[in-house]
């Protein structure tokens, strides 16, 4: 018994150094009885920038009927992102984030959050400009891109995933051949929420049940930017329950690497640094 339980800890020992190079969080274990649960967890492979999502891409159909994959874009965000993550908890569900660069310089703690919630997290520009624009260079796009990675990376404290999703899903194809080649997996959508158009949560659920029923599964595009989204995710994850839908979580099979001349960009963009990374709620307090 003694020898084996040894043999137990050796074992474990091992594979927490082993995945310390690559650290992604699992997030807290599930008490919630009536919890939608996670059927599965994907690990994707993005060796060659493989592209996801059907209004764009016809590659790699790897939902099964009834399966939901969510994503959420434009974070992080105080109170929003916050909200999603605490409606995401609730139900024991894990998704995708693609934050933009510069928010997550405003917010990394949040971004954090993000992360020890154990969801996934890519990228989505530095600033969230249409790379489909007529008057922006490659060069300006690759700058776009890069920046976004680095920013993400930088506000995280590590690499995050090789996932990016295009501003407003717009994909120049020179920019799909250059993240081919830098080996990071491009995330379209199956079904978009038009959250962002939505003035009232029901919309936002509607939308999403409708075109779930209509195709059967899918990567959902939400943006955990929106207020309105925050509101109607727990609404649409008890329908989802109801309705008898799966949710998968997608990780990464290795971080991405980022670019050292981006990483120094973004750093330079950035107030002068200090040495205390402390949050600012562990800094400046209400005392009276
Ligand atoms: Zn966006």
């Known amino acids: 018994m003694r020898a084996a339980l040894g043999f137990a800890l050796v074992i474990s020992a091992t594979m927490a150094a082993s995945g310390a190079a690559w650290a992604q969080s699992s997030g807290a274990a599930c008490s919630n009885p009536n919890a939608l649960g996670l059927s599965r967890t994907v690990e994707i492979d993005t060796t060659g920038g493989p592209g996801f999502g ?24 105080p109170v929003n992102t916050p909200a ?9 569900i894990k998704a995708t984030f693609f934050p933009v660069g510069k928010h997550a310089t405003y917010y990394p703690e949040i971004l954090k959050q993000v992360a020890d919630g154990g969801h996934t997290i890519g990228s ?22 890069e920046k976004g990675v680095s920013a993400v990376s930088i506000s995280l404290g590590s690499a995050p995933a090789p ?6 899903l717009q994909h120049p194809p020179e920019l799909v051949t250059y993240l081919g080649e830098r080996n990071i997996g491009m995330f379209s959508t199956d079904l978009d929420s038009f959250d962002f158009k939505a003035r009232k949560p029901e919309q936002v659920v509607n939308t999403i049940m409708a075109k779930l029923k209509k195709f059967g599964k899918g990567i959902v595009l939400m943006h955990d930017f929106q207020h309105v989204t925050a509101e109607a995710l727990p609404q649409l994850l008890t329908q989802l329950k109801a309705e008898g839908y799966k949710v998968v979580h997608m990780k990464a099979k290795d971080p991405v690497k980022t670019i ?12 002068l640094p200090t040495v205390s990374q402390r949050p600012t709620a562990s ?4 005392v009276d």
């Open 260 to 271: 050292a001349q981006y990483d120094e960009l973004v750093k330079k963009d950035q107030k």
């Open 283 to 286: 800094v400046v307090r209400t």
């Open 54 to 77: 059907f209004e764009h891409f016809k590659q790699h159909d790897f939902l099964r009927n009834k399966e939901v994959l969510l994503t959420f874009d434009d974070g992080p965000w």
């Open 163 to 168: 996932f990016f999703r295009f501003p407003a």
């Open 124 to 145: 989505h520009t530095w600033s969230h400009q249409n790379l489909g624009r007529k008057n922006m260079t490659k060069e300006q796009a690759v700058e776009e891109i």
């Open 84 to 92: 999603v993550l605490k409606a995401l908890a609730d139900h024991c």
